[in-house]
């Protein structure tokens, strides 16, 4: 009897040893799947293709519309930097701000004689997309950026909010922004002409 008792315990000392030694095996191997996740994880904030194209879709025709479901020549608001790099490569100028906060500016590389695209990144996250006229040519239908003050409230009708800043810093000449938040969209105006429009990341549903 007492020898039985006596196996009993070496063989639990056994299984409690070799339990500690598989312990760090089993941690590592939860290390490594946890990193395989974070890499294969896309860097996009949603991996959700795009519903609309605006290059293929004449966007101001559709009835209703997010900015969310909008893409740009395959980018959209929410896509991260190394998206937005993969997508339209360096852009021809490239502002820094304080705050993590960058514009991206394409012309040239985008095969436009002036600047047609401005990207504004936000700690690494495209916010905005700003298309102006000289993008126009790659737009279809009754989607462009210079529309008169008349024709967008006849598109789109009275915008939520219309907010007034200064052309440049200390500039008395001033810019209207026609903002349409359940969209996503605004449109920025000078004496009435609009200079662009803007497709903006918002957690709002388009109505």
Excluded: H, W
């Amino acid at each position: 009897m007492k020898k039985t008792i006596k196996k009993v315990k070496k063989s639990t000392r056994k299984i409690v040893k070799n339990n500690v030694s598989i312990f760090p095996i089993i941690l590592v191997l939860i290390i490594i799947a946890l990193f395989a996740f974070i890499i294969s994880t896309p860097n996009n904030i949603s991996s959700e293709d795009a519903m609309y194209e605006i290059t293929d879709v004449d966007l101001f025709s559709l009835d209703d519309f997010n900015a969310n479901d909008v893409s740009v020549m395959g980018l959209k608001v929410g896509d991260r930097t190394q998206t937005l790099l993969e997508i339209l490569g360096s852009p021809d100028l490239q502002t820094d701000y304080s705050g993590g906060i960058s514009t991206l500016e394409y012309s040239e590389s985008i095969d436009l004689e002036e600047t047609g695209l401005i990207i504004l990144l936000d700690n690494g996250v495209v916010k905005r997309i700003t298309l102006k006229e000289p993008f126009n040519e790659r737009l279809t239908g009754n989607t462009k950026a210079n529309y008169t003050k008349e024709e967008i409230y006849s598109l789109f009708g009275v915008p939520e909010e219309v907010l007034r800043m200064p052309l440049k810093q200390d500039s008395s000449l001033m810019l209207k922004s026609l903002q349409y938040y359940s969209k996503g969209i605004e449109f920025t105006l000078r004496r009435g002409e609009a200079l662009s429009f803007s497709l903006n990341l918002n957690d709002q549903e388009s109505s």
